[in-house]
């Protein structure tokens, strides 16, 4: 079977339909990138160390003894295990560089190269693959030999400097934002070379950090910084230069309220009973709001406070002031929204058979997106793999897995 032919035979639906993806990423920031190729249709080959896995595998909780958080993170990858430390591991993954469109990874700079898989040797092997790195601060940073985790581009990034209640501490947000933000930013760089190998035939490098996503991300704090120099602050769940955008407490809740305009506000001042606030010097403009956000804010509090949360909810909106319920993510995930958009999906799993899962949200017109992922058990796809794109026979795989390298 030639390259050409061993290449086309890829499975699913989808915009990257046809499209083969190596992905030797681990964790998070790199498999959530191939996750969203993988749920736009893209075959995606995961690469894992024999036994051990992915150490996401390792992450609670678990059901049974697997990692639900491997699942999320995971869905419709085949799982290939493979001891890239070895030299013959190393040529297994070398053999499947000319089958495969995209190759992504995200150790520290240097460990590819280390591992015979760098750059040079890779284009050597297939010129017309994508290769995409992912790492902390980039390939060519002073800082690109520290290792990088999450809490640590957050704090790195200027993210948590803005975060939490005003005057306290520095706080991170409740999710693995940098992770995750930096493998969407990666994704589109991958589907964007795609788009130009498809145009001009040109295959080429993608370098992403995890501190430049998360500086990119930080529009409204970089439009103070870069063109006032006012360093902003933590301000809580305000905005930091429109009030009243903030959360209140209900009787049963919390919820958030956005008064945006003049005409929101006066409109906000009609439901509280007091019109003559909209004509207030001290609450007439956002400039005054803001000077006088604590006797504002115990106003709005005090009549918030004696309401039913989503009845306000509802009186809000249909003011034409935009608000909404702080929901738990019980919450959301079992709301009307998320049903009509099929937020949570079904996928298989071998040992469990139905699984929840979340893809990535873009909906594509005649495209189904409710349910048909799956989720990989460690090497679940090593022999397959191996002799469709390799064309090893059983003996050289049951070889191979005598030795240890799959």
Known sequence: MSVDERRIQVNGSGPLHGIRILDLTRVMSGPYCTSMLADLGAEVIKIEMPRVGDEARH???YQEDESTYFMMLNRSKK?????MKDPRGQDIVRGLVPVCDVIVENF???????????VEVVRALNPNIIYASISGFGQDSPLKNWPAFDLVIQAMSGLMSLTGPKGGPATAVGESIADVCTGMFAAFGIVSALFERERSGKAGSIDVAMLDSMLAMQLT?????????DTPKPVGNRHPVTYPVDSFSTRDGDIVMVCFSQAAFAALAELMEQ???????????NDARNQNEDELRNLIANWVA??????LV???QSAGIPAGPVWSLEDVTHSDHAASRALVTSGRHTKFGDVPLVPQPVKFDGISHDGGGFVPTLGEHTEEVLHSLLALDEAETEELKEAGII
């Not at 799982?79 to 001891?83: H, K, R």
């Not at 520290?108 to 760098?118: A, K």
């Open 59 to 61: 992450f609670g909780p």
């Open 79 to 83: 799982s290939v295990t493979v001891d």
């Open 108 to 118: 520290r700079p240097g460990v590819m190269d280390r591992l015979g898989l760098g």
């Open 221 to 229: 704090g970089l439009s103070r910084q870069l063109y006032s120099g």
């Open 275 to 285: 019109p003559e606030l909209a004509d207030d010097p001290r609450f007439k403009t």
């Open 306 to 311: 004696s309401q039913e949360r989503d009845r």
């Open 314 to 316: 509802e009186t809000l």
